[in-house]
């Protein structure tokens, strides 16, 4: 079991840094591994007054100042094949985006960097069809390969989390499948523009996923939901981070 934990998006330097090293001080008394996730740029919102992050060379710089300083792994997703280079010698994963995983150029582009891959399924993908994903990104090279379940559309502005592509995709893709209890809990453009959800539903999804088999949770937390710049309504407060953890390490049965 592992975690892939941090803020939705880059919101400066300093922020970045005191949230890696505030989840990575919580991980390790749980010796639990955990790569820090930070968007540099959130380029698919909904509105064009929404805050995107510092832009790829700034945010490759603070990731790479983090991995310096915090000593722990990071990660971040690219929209662009041209993005692919320069995220490749930073990130020890690469994200491919739910909305972009068929596109694939980008998918190619992520596997040639050499570094893991990990691919959302898109919100209108049946779980098995990741199996086809996959196999492009293992013919473009790549050795390391994740998938990530995050909901499925459940009519307009709701998802809804099958439990049941957690064993379909391991089996279908043989790889580890990883589960993103933030995004399967978000409203995706329910607030005027911006996406909204549901955060109390989070530590429900984390320890049902766990439970059905998952190989690594998702979790986007912040130190003030109310003022994050990015996934406000879907991100775990970081005082709750701590205690969901060691439930889902119970359940997982290493604590």
């Not at 790479?64 to 990071?74: F, N, P, T």
């Not at 064993?167 to 279908?172: F, G, L, N």
Request: charged letters at 20%; glycine letters at 8%.
């Amino acid at each position: 079991m592992f975690f892939i934990l941090g803020p939705c998006v880059i919101e400066s330097a300093d922020h970045a840094v005191r949230m890696a090293s505030r989840i990575s001080r919580i991980c390790a008394g749980l010796h639990a591994p955990f790569i820090f996730k930070a968007s540099f740029d959130k380029a698919n919102r909904l509105s064009m007054d929404s805050f995107r992050g510092p832009g790829l060379e700034t945010g490759m710089r603070i990731l790479s100042d983090i991995k310096a300083e915090v000593g722990c792994r990071v990660t971040s997703d690219i929209h662009e094949v041209w993005q692919a280079e320069l995220a490749g010698k930073v990130l020890d994963v690469i994200q491919i985006p739910a909305l972009l995983c068929r596109q694939t150029d980008l998918v190619v582009a992520a596997a040639k960097t050499g570094r893991t891959v990990n691919i959302k399924k898109g919100q209108f993908m049946a779980p098995e069809d990741m199996a086809h994903i996959v196999n492009k990104a293992r013919r473009a090279g790549a050795e390391e390969i994740w998938v990530t379940e995050r909901g499925t559309s459940f009519g307009y502005r709701d998802l809804i989390l099958d439990m049941r592509s957690i064993p379909v995709m391991q089996k279908a893709t043989m790889r580890p499948v990883i589960v993103d209890v933030s995004h399967a809990v978000q409203s995706p453009g329910g607030a005027n523009g911006k996406s909204t959800g549901r955060a109390d539903l989070i530590p429900t999804l984390a320890r049902a996923a766990t439970a059905a088999g998952a190989d690594g949770v998702f979790i986007e937390v912040h130190d003030n939901p109310a003022e994050a710049r990015s996934d406000s309504g879907n991100s775990l407060p970081l005082g709750e981070l701590q205690g969901l953890l060691q439930s889902i390490l119970r359940i997982k049965g290493s604590i």
